[in-house]
Structure formats: structure tokens, C-alpha cells
């Protein structure tokens, strides 16, 4: 756990915080902003975890290559707690200019904000932008309580209490290996059929949503095979990722697995029709050309005709009707989630690194996913697959 404390009246909170870590066992490194040794010594916090408190981003007598890129790689979580409006600002802007905004910048972790501030800095139009980027980047954002404020007024501000935030931080510890296990198969990206040597049929995916869903399971503990159409991207770490071009052959690489997997998300968008007629040689150009086309199999519907168990997610990406169609695909394809997004929608649609969806559950109750990064959409969709596994 690594622990960073900004500059804030509510920074005496985090040494009953850091207390409560070590307390349940949790290795806790702490970081303090400059501002913050003026409310609270890192002499208390060094006390408490019995490790030296990081303050200085540059430190001469450090023997390490880069003390923030050190630190960045120790946590498993991070928790800014008490995350002042200036904090806010400079992660937002991807400010790095002392060590915990640069350890936060460079950090893989998952990270947790508790924001502390007078109410009317907590309220104003800028600090709720900051909060709204920050969630969408991934951020886990505890919202202030409400009460007595240092300033002397009441109202929404206060950092929450340390138990609070350490059950937030705990959740995330937990969730991150709640599919240890679970094997998985997970598709993504477009497929391609080949009209001649030269040119093929296929649609805009580029694959980052199912890579980024590939990367949630296997962050969470799960055994992940990836049967990917062609994309530009690197496969996910850690994840057995199989190469594919055509339908066919996704299809023919899913059934391969199917029956040794417990969740299969379908998340390619595979091309719905292919040439009747692949040509051996280039077709010249011509002033016209008719290319007549057959229906390419439903991966889908075929693995919910014979699924015996498995959970089995769907995608639909949709420019009108999104609701209808995408229950109907549910009904049709014997599918327990789809996931639905609205291509026409900023930030949704094919190519970005943000997705804005609604998750479909087969009982027809929605869960509406706000604009936020793939991968953190990702983690909401295993939310939702999780107790489906545990009722199999």
C-alpha cells in the first residue's frame, strides 16, 4: 500500500489511516506532499509503518536509478488521503513536479482519492472537472463527508473517516483476485475476409476494448486466452493470446476452448458477411463491380446453443434502437449479459480509449457505465459477470 498525504487540515486523520494498515498486516510506504509536513511530521508516519517517509523528489544521497519510478512500482493500491484541490488539479493535468504527484503519474496501481477541502472549493466548477477527468481516467473517487469544516462552516468537505477509506482500499485489494482460477476466453477486434490477394471485407474495430477486458480478468486473477482478429496492439501481459484473421477461424479457435472455459466474453466485432467468391489473382479495376456475399456463422448464437454452464457475455454496438436491439441480441444468442454502447455517442465509439455503455442483465435491469477508460469499464463488466460465475 502506498499511502500519500497532501497538504490539508485532515492529514492528522492519516496517521490513524496508516495505523489501521499496519495494524491489519498491510506493508504501507508513505509519501508526503511538501505542504504536508507543515500539518503533520513524517517523523509520525515513519513511527507508525516503520518505514522512511518519501517527501523529497530529488534526493542526492538515493542510490536507486529514480526514487518515483521505485516507489511507483511498490503498491498494489495507492490512497491519497487527505487529496486537496491543488493534488486534484495537477493529476488531472498529469502535473508532476514532487515526488507523490510523480510516483502517482508513473504508478500502475490502482489509485483511491479522498478529497478534503472547504466546501466551496470542493463545489466549484473546476474541482468537479478535475473529479469528473480523474473518474473517467480510472480513479476511485471516495466522496467527502459532510460536517464541521476547518474554516468553521458545515457542509460537504471533510476527508471520510479512516475506517472508511480503508475499507475502500480493502474492497480493491480483494476485488483485484476475486477471478483467481477462473478460466477465461475473451475475444477482440475485427475479422477480415479476403476478396482477393489484395483487398478484404471488415468493420473499424480496433480491438481495444477486448484487450482492455483481457487485461481486467487477468488483473483480477484470472487464466485468460485472447483469440484476437488483426489489430495494431500489443497483447495484454501474462495472457495466451491466439492470432486470427477470418470468422472462420475465430470460430474454429473458440470451439477449441469452449468447453474448458467458465466465462467466455465475446467482445469481436466479426464481419457478418464474407465473399462468396475469394480471388486467387488481384481483381483489376473496373468501372463497376458487383461482389455477391454470404452470411458468415454466428460465433455467438453457436456458443449459446451449446453453452452447459458458462457464463457468456455479449457485445452490441449499435447507432439506433440501442435498448431494443441489444435485448433482442440477448434473447436471440441465450446470452446471461450484453453489454450495449452507442456508437453515435462522443467518446463511445470505435478507435478511443473512453466507452460509455449500459450492461443488460438477462432478468432486463440495466446498469448504466458512465463515459470513463476502457479498462476501467472493464472492471465494472467483471463486477457484474462475478456473481453469475458464483451462482454456476
Not at 332 to 346: F, M
Request: net charge negative.
Amino acid at each position: 500500500m502506498l499511502l500519500g498525504i497532501t497538504g490539508g487540515i485532515a492529514a492528522y486523520k492519516s496517521a490513524e489511516l496508516a495505523r489501521i494498515m499496519v495494524r491489519e498486516n498491510w506493508q504501507v510506504q508513505v509519501v508526503m506532499t511538501p505542504a504536508a509536513t507543515s500539518f503533520i511530521s513524517p517523523l509520525t508516519f515513519q513511527s507508525i509503518t516503520n518505514r522512511p517517509v518519501g517527501v523529497e523528489l530529488f534526493d542526492t544521497s538515493a542510490v536507486s536509478r529514480a526514487k518515483h519510478v521505485d516507489l511507483a512500482s511498490f503498491p498494489e493500491v495507492a490512497v491519497v488521503a487527505p487529496a486537496t484541490a491543488n493534488t486534484l488539479s495537477k493529476l488531472a493535468t498529469g502535473m508532476a513536479d514532487n515526488l507523490l504527484t510523480s510516483v502517482l503519474l508513473a504508478t500502475e496501481a490502482e489509485v483511491v482519492l479522498a478529497p478534503s477541502m472547504n466546501e466551496g472549493m470542493y463545489h466549484n466548477p473546476a474541482v468537479q472537472d478535475n473529479l469528473q477527468l480523474l473518474r473517467s481516467r480510472g480513479f476511485f473517487i471516495l466522496e467527502p463527508a459532510e460536517g464541521e469544516l476547518a474554516c468553521g462552516v458545515e457542509g460537504r468537505g471533510r476527508m471520510p473517516e479512516p475506517a472508511q477509506v480503508y475499507n475502500a482500499a480493502r474492497d480493491i485489494l480483494e476485488k483485484n483476485k476475486d477471478y483467481t482460477g477462473v478460466r477465461v476466453l475473451v475475444t477482440a477486434g475485427p475479422t477480415r475476409e479476403s476478396l482477393d490477394p489484395v483487398r478484404f471485407i471488415s468493420n473499424r474495430s480496433t480491438g481495444k476494448m477486448g484487450y482492455k477486458l483481457a487485461s481486467a480478468f487477468r488483473e483480477r486473477g484470472a487464466d485468460v486466452v485472447l483469440v484476437s482478429g488483426p489489430t495494431n496492439l500489443t497483447p495484454p501481459e501474462g495472457v495466451e493470446t491466439v492470432l486470427v484473421e477470418s470468422t472462420g477461424e475465430m470460430l474454429q479457435e473458440v470451439q477449441k476452448r469452449f468447453s474448458r472455459v467458465q466465462v467466455v466474453a465475446k467482445a469481436a466485432a466479426v464481419s457478418d458477411y464474407a465473399p462468396q467468391k475469394s480471388e486467387n489473382k488481384k481483381i483489376k479495376k473496373k468501372d463497376s463491380l458487383s461482389i455477391e456475399l454470404r452470411s458468415n456463422p454466428d460465433i455467438l448464437k453457436n456458443l449459446g446453443e451449446q453453452k452447459a454452464g458458462q457464463v457468456l457475455v455479449g457485445f452490441a454496438a449499435e447507432t439506433n434502437d440501442l435498448l431494443q436491439n441489444a435485448e433482442g441480441k440477448l434473447r436471440a444468442k441465450n446470452l446471461d449479459l450484453i453489454v450495449a454502447n452507442d456508437l453515435s455517442e462522443e467518446g463511445a465509439g470505435f478507435a478511443g480509449d473512453t466507452n460509455r455503455v449500459k450492461i443488460i442483465r438477462r432478468d432486463g435491469s440495466i446498469v448504466e457505465v458512465p463515459l470513463m477508460d476502457k479498462l476501467e469499464v472493464s472492471h465494472r463488466i467483471l463486477d457484474e459477470i462475478l456473481p453469475l460465475l458464483q451462482e454456476q
